[in-house]
């Protein structure tokens, strides 16, 4: 069997101390997503999602891109020989990676390295946190190749920016830098491009060894409150109350607040 080096995968995983780096790696393509880097992708997301050992996820890229969205080589080669793969393309791939990125039980940051674009945005604004490096910046693009939006941007942009403002970017797509993206709220903070790595670690260690239940919780309780009202939001904060007071972490946590000691937490 001949195994594929490491630095031709089209998406590369690495685990460290919890903390699961799925990392875009077609950096002469600009990240940008042919049928191959997405089922990679898809995969890889599957795999840490299902992991109890990973307690954090980090989606970064190689090179000076993010993402860029769509291979436009492959899609224009497509569209000529077959454009029913690409429209299937969002069922098939980017729906079940945005879901998975917005909902696995653990949290998930964006270390958006360089340009996102099209879907390569919207997989940033899935995760919890994006850390920008200050040359990197987003570009909602679909409808400058006259397409909808897709990858649950008419979902998350609105929530980050406003509807009002998410119609502005959607209709005439331009590139918002880091600085422009932090004042929108897009961006959780921006740091030197050469800083970015060592800041997405130092708070993905963090969360890492946090309360992993809890965090998943959390992000579940404002994804339902986001799209229900104050009653059934309410009685879904009671199941993740629940859900979390049975937990090792939350016994842990009141044990070492009784001892006036700072808290360890498992994950579990």
């Not at 993206?181 to 997405?200: H, K, N």
């Amino acid at each position: 069997m001949t195994v594929q080096p490491e630095q031709s995968l089209p998406v590369v995983v690495t685990t460290k101390q919890g903390v699961a780096t799925v990392t875009l790696n077609r950096p002469g393509a600009m990240n940008s997503l042919d049928v191959t880097t997405k089922e990679a992708l898809l995969a890889a997301l599957r795999a840490v999602a299902a992991d109890d050992a990973v307690r954090c996820v980090v989606l970064t890229g190689t090179g000076r891109a993010f993402c860029v969205g769509q291979d436009l080589k492959e899609h224009v080669r497509l569209l000529a020989e077959d454009p029913e793969q690409l429209w299937t393309t969002v069922s098939l791939h980017y729906n079940p990676v945005v879901e998975l990125l917005a909902t696995m039980d653990k949290p998930v940051v964006a270390a958006v390295n360089g340009v996102a674009a099209g879907a390569g945005a919207a997989f940033a604004f899935a995760a919890d946190l994006r850390y920008l490096a200050a040359s990197a910046g987003f570009n909602l693009a679909f409808t400058g190749i006259g397409l909808s939006c897709d990858s649950g941007t008419s979902w998350a942009l609105p929530r980050l920016v406003g509807p009002g403002r998410a119609k502005e970017l959607l209709f005439f797509p331009r590139t918002v830098d880091a600085r422009e993206a932090l004042d929108l709220g897009l961006a959780t903070e921006v740091v030197p491009d050469e800083e970015l790595a060592a800041r997405v670690g130092e708070v993905a260690a963090g969360l890492a060894a946090g309360p992993t239940r809890a965090y998943g919780a959390v992000r579940r309780a404002v994804a339902f409150s986001s799209s229900h009202g104050l009653t059934d939001s309410l009685d879904f904060e009671d199941q993740m109350m629940t859900r979390t007071g049975t937990s090792e972490d939350h016994r842990s946590a009141v044990d070492a607040f009784l001892a006036k000691e700072r808290p360890t937490f498992s994950g579990r």
